[in-house]
């Protein structure tokens, strides 16, 4: 066990930069060993982050309301914001009856369950609801082209808000972190997206018939692709020939 450890701390080695000449292999524990998940990335390797948020309820005569949220995070972005773009339209049709199923329990959902939480409970009839989660990671040797910002800024505490026949909408970026709700009118039900704290709520509840909801979020990040020269792989490689006197 000891011997497999040791090979991996000398791996990581070939990672660092060639003036970490202090670097030194380190036996880590099998507890924290079990505490690691999946890969890292060296400090400067992504050069470029982007959010994109959306949700949109439509009711059974037509009427829509929905939003879009969006950041984007480069090098040469000064002070990163979220924009925010709510949309809707009236439709032709007749306004759904007051929703008269009822949900219970599922409290908890909300704050007690933690990492990616999705859900969707129904009390109605011919509904539809997706939720989505994408990330979506990508190498290029530069950063893309910033695009302009579309929708009005949504600064730290502040909330935007935006109402129709299908119901009202409210996009706050406050201590819970981004959030995004939904209130259907006539007691059609409701839907929420929250980005916070390391975690993401996707949240649909149905209490009438007809309605089509979605919820998405998707994670953009781009790495650069430019790997270390030949040199500069040599000058790490030369810091592991003093383990060959341990017999590695």
Request: glycine share 12%; with cysteine; charged share 10%.
């Amino acid at each position: 066990m000891n011997t497999r450890i040791w090979l991996v701390a000398a791996c990581l080695a070939t990672s660092l930069p060639a003036h970490a000449q202090l670097f030194k292999p380190v036996e880590i524990k099998d507890q924290e060993l079990a505490q690691l998940r999946g890969k890292y990335v060296m400090p400067g390797r992504i050069i470029s982050f982007g959010v994109v948020m959306s949700s949109t309820w439509q009711n059974a005569a037509g009427d829509r309301i929905g939003a879009t949220t969006t950041l984007q995070v480069q090098q040469n972005v000064i002070k990163p914001q979220f924009y925010v773009s709510i949309n809707g339209e009236n439709g032709t049709g007749q306004a759904p009856g007051h929703g008269t199923g009822q949900v219970q329990g599922g409290a908890g959902l909300n704050g007690a369950v933690q990492g990616v939480t999705q859900s969707v409970r129904a009390a109605g009839d011919s509904n539809s609801a997706y939720n989505d989660v994408a990330i979506n990671v990508r190498e290029a040797s530069q950063a893309p082209d910033l695009t302009t910002p579309q929708g009005q800024v949504l600064a730290a505490g502040s909330t935007l808000s935006g109402s129709n026949n299908a119901g009202s909408l409210s996009v706050s970026n406050s201590g819970n972190g981004l959030q995004m709700a939904i209130q259907a009118n006539n007691n059609q039900g409701a839907s929420l997206q929250r980005l916070a704290d390391g975690g993401l709520l996707q949240s649909t509840t149905l209490l009438g018939g007809n309605n089509a909801v979605s919820n998405m979020t998707q994670l953009n990040v781009v790495l650069r692709d430019n790997l270390p020269s030949a040199g500069a792989l040599n000058c790490n490689l030369d810091q592991l020939k003093g383990l060959r006197i341990s017999g590695y």
